[in-house]
């Protein structure tokens, strides 16, 4: 029913009024009233009364407005009245309250009522009692305050997701939801700059609104910079339209709210870092929903966001510290237990593993193989091309060793040039000779350093558990003990471990412990042997050869101690001793009146990889006063072979001294023609072995005769050593060998029996 009807009880209507003093009373109170009360006889459907405030609405007098019909009044159909009449009949008696949208008929203004209808039995008819109310102002706040709810219910939702959410990304979509699902809006967005661009970009959405292809710009002198979102990003201020379609700064974007129903928005930037970083927009599908209470809602979701940013930050500050401070730790770890240069395990790492694979072993009672391998030569490498060309051959080497086991085996590197593989999984003798000879393959192929191409072998002892040993221990000690022997077969093998080796590796370090205090002791000393020419028998030149006598052990024969020497690296300073005194000798020998003859010297691999070699013999002749071309040093074609490049220059500069060269052994180190050719020498020494059966044997026949025509051709001195009977003589004489050498000439001997010998003629 219309809020706008009322009804007055007519003149001569048929109800029993009552006494007229009382009837009159009652007029005057429905009168007094200040809401439109109304009368109806729902029987006959006419107004019985109207009060005074109801005929203040329509703007009439009562006697018009009793005489209209209720339907008129009501603005619906007889019909419709009767029918809502019946509904209030059958409550019998019970008023029923409905609110009604409406117009207000005098001022012509929509607003909510609250109308209340009473059905009253006066014997065969029915009254309705009618009284209307205005409640717009009343309906008003509590819609407000609705929405306020919503808008606080969304606030709260936004709590609960800043929670959540664990990332930027999340935290933004965790905040749209919050806003439609708790505040029942129609859509939020959280839009952010486009940092290549003046662009807005859509970092998260809720609700059917789709702003991904809406230009929104931050630019104030852009057509799209005015809206809501750019507004509010720019001035760093909510920016609110109540009435999105007819907002004229919202022209641009009208389409969208047609498609999506949008009535209201509202934008607040939130910020990070004390600069604004974005915007969140909440839509309505009704105009005036944002006050300034929704507003400050709206802002408080935002300053949220803004807290819940920082608190990101500061997670993910925190997050990287840790993650730096466990990154620390475990490199911390990985440096502990790994060799920095080649990432292998180190020493503790590989004991703790060998520990761990010993003890499975046993439990599985499996064998398995230790591996020491030692790099030949490689301080000599190391201190000749400097320690950078070092690191990058053992770099070089620990990826050839790693590629030539699998990958349940273990390679670790000790220090230095000293490596070890663990065959594990039941590894017998068999498999350990199999890898050794994988390894020893793997370090086969040139190594370039510094613009040279260098060789490097190994040398590697093997031992086996458990009949080697049975614990971390003695396995090491064992294979350490294999690795020497290796290297007393000549290197570049490998040897499994005996008991008859250990005690003579015992034998060994007590040798090496005499040999360290020989030199300052002055147990060294020379022996010369002659060698003579074959045109005229006189003797020209003698070979320094080094001996020891030691107090405890005696006389110790050169080939027990010289390896050691070279080893142990003593064989520097030793070698220094040999030069000095042979050459101090044969400026004696000078001294006497003798012939000058060539004082010949051998040089260690470890003194030829001395860059200061030529200033120490320079310094040497110097302090003798012998005459440079009296000096002869000898190399063997190996020690060249090492690092042709590096060598040969250093042999130039020896000499351009005046020095002679010499290269010993020849015939074992496979030099080619073209390499011998290149190096700076004067004289080759046919090794003993292409001698010892001459002439006898055919192969070393040819050997030493085409040695004999190679050398003439280079025309270099040609000096045939081990010769000990005069068949072996006149066989070398006939091939035009220059000289000769041995105990046919003449045994190694003290200097003062050579000098009795030079003395005599100088013939032997």
Not at 249 to 260: F, K, L
Not at 400 to 429: I, M, N, P, T, Y
Request: aromatic share 6%; glycine share 8%.
């Amino acid at each position: 029913m219309g809020v706008q009807s009322g009804f007055v009880l007519p003149s001569g209507a048929a109800a029993s009024p009552p006494p007229g003093d009382e009837l009159q009373l009652l007029r005057a109170a429905m009168d007094a009233a200040s809401d439109p009360v109304y009368v109806v006889d729902a029987t006959n459907m006419c107004f019985l009364y109207v009060n005074e405030a109801a005929c203040r609405v329509r703007g009439i007098d009562r006697a018009a407005h009793l005489a209209m019909p209720p339907w008129q009044v009501s603005g619906v159909t007889r019909e419709e009245l009767q029918a809502l009449y019946g509904e209030v009949i059958a409550r019998k008696g019970e008023t029923v309250t409905v609110e009604l949208f409406g117009k207000n008929v005098k001022d012509n203004r929509k607003g909510w009522f609250e109308v209340q209808r009473r059905a009253l039995h006066f014997g065969e008819r029915w009254l309705i009692v009618t009284n209307s109310r205005e409640v717009t102002s009343r309906k008003l706040a509590e819609e407000s305050a609705l929405r306020h709810a919503r808008l606080y219910a969304a606030l709260s939702a936004t709590n609960e997701a800043i929670l959540r959410a664990r990332s930027v990304d999340m935290l933004y979509r965790e905040v749209c939801d919050a806003a439609v699902n708790g505040g029942r809006l129609v859509a939020a967005s959280v839009l952010v700059p486009d940092p290549a661009s003046e662009w807005m970009r859509v970092a998260a959405s809720t609700g059917p609104l789709d702003l991904r292809d809406a230009k929104i710009s931050r630019d104030a002198a852009s057509a799209f910079g005015h809206g809501l979102v750019g507004t509010a990003f720019r001035t760093g201020q909510p920016s609110v339209s109540n009435d999105f379609r007819a907002d004229a700064r919202m022209a641009a974007w009208h389409h969208i709210g047609e498609r999506s129903d949008i009535r209201a928005g509202a934008a607040v930037p939130f910020w990070r870092s004390g600069q604004p970083c974005g915007v969140l927009v909440l839509y309505a599908d009704r105009r005036k929903v944002f006050d300034e209470e929704a507003v400050r809602l709206v802002e408080r979701m935002a300053q949220n966001i803004t807290f819940a940013l920082d608190n990101i930050d500061r997670d993910e500050e925190r997050r990287r510290a840790e993650d730096t401070r466990r990154e620390a730790e475990a490199r911390i770890k990985y440096l502990a237990t790994h060799d920095a240069l080649t990432a292998l395990p180190n020493r503790i790492m590989f004991s703790e593993l060998l520990s761990h694979a010993i003890g499975g072993a046993r439990r599985a009672r499996h064998s398995l193989a230790l591996l020491f391998i030692d790099l030949d030569r490689f301080k000599v490498i190391n201190d000749s091309l400097g320690h950078h060309a070092g690191d990058s051959l053992l770099v070089t080497v620990a990826g050839r060793l790693k590629q030539a086991v699998r990958a349940s085996d273990v390679v670790a590197r000790l220090g230095g040039d000293e490596f070890v593989v663990l065959l594990a999984d039941g590894a017998d003798e068999r498999a350990a000779r199999n890898v050794a000879c994988k390894l020893l393959g793997a370090l086969a192929d040139p190594i370039p350093l510094e613009g040279e191409e260098c060789r490097v072998t190994a040398s590697i002892g093997i031992s086996l558990f458990p009949e080697d040993g049975e614990d971390e221990s003695a396995l090491m000690k064992n294979a350490d003990i294999a690795m020497y022997a290796a290297k007393d077969e000549g290197k570049n093998t490998f040897q499994f471990f005996s008991a008859a080796r250990q005690s003579r590796s015992v034998g060994s370090l007590a040798l090496e412990g005499q040999l360290r205090g020989a030199l300052d002791r002055g147990e060294f000393f020379l022996h010369y042997q002659p060698r003579k020419d074959l045109r005229t028998g006189r003797i020209t030149g003698v070979e320094a050869l080094l001996r020891w006598r030691n107090p405890a052990l005696g006389l110790v024969p050169p080939a027990d101690f010289i390896p050691l020497a070279e080893e142990t690296g003593l064989i520097v300073p030793i070698g220094q001793f040999v030069l000095c005194e042979a050459c101090s000798q044969a400026a004696a020998w000078l001294s006497e009146g003798l012939a000058p003859l060539q004082m010949a010297v051998n040089l260690s691999t470890r003194q030829l990889g001395d860059p200061e070699l030529p200033a120490q013999i320079s310094a040497i002749l110097t302090g003798t006063g012998l005459a440079p071309g009296q000096l002869e040093l000898e190399i063997t074609e190996s020690m060249v072979m090492e690092r042709p490049e590096r060598t040969v220059a250093l042999l130039n500069r020896i000499r351009d001294m005046g020095v002679r060269l010499a290269i010993d052994d020849f015939g074992t180190g496979y030099s080619s023609l073209a390499q011998l050719r290149r190096l700076p020498i004067d004289a080759l020494k046919i090794d003993r072995s292409f001698v010892r059966n001459l002439p006898d044997d055919d192969g070393d026949k040819a050997i030493a005769e085409a040695i004999i025509a190679m050398a003439r051709k280079l025309r270099l001195t040609v000096i045939a050593e081990g010769v000990e009977t005069q068949a072996q003589k006149e066989f070398l004489r006939a091939q035009d060998c220059d000289e000769i050498q041995g105990y046919h000439v003449q045994r190694p001997a003290l200097p003062e029996v050579i000098g009795k010998l030079l003395r005599g003629g100088g013939e032997a």
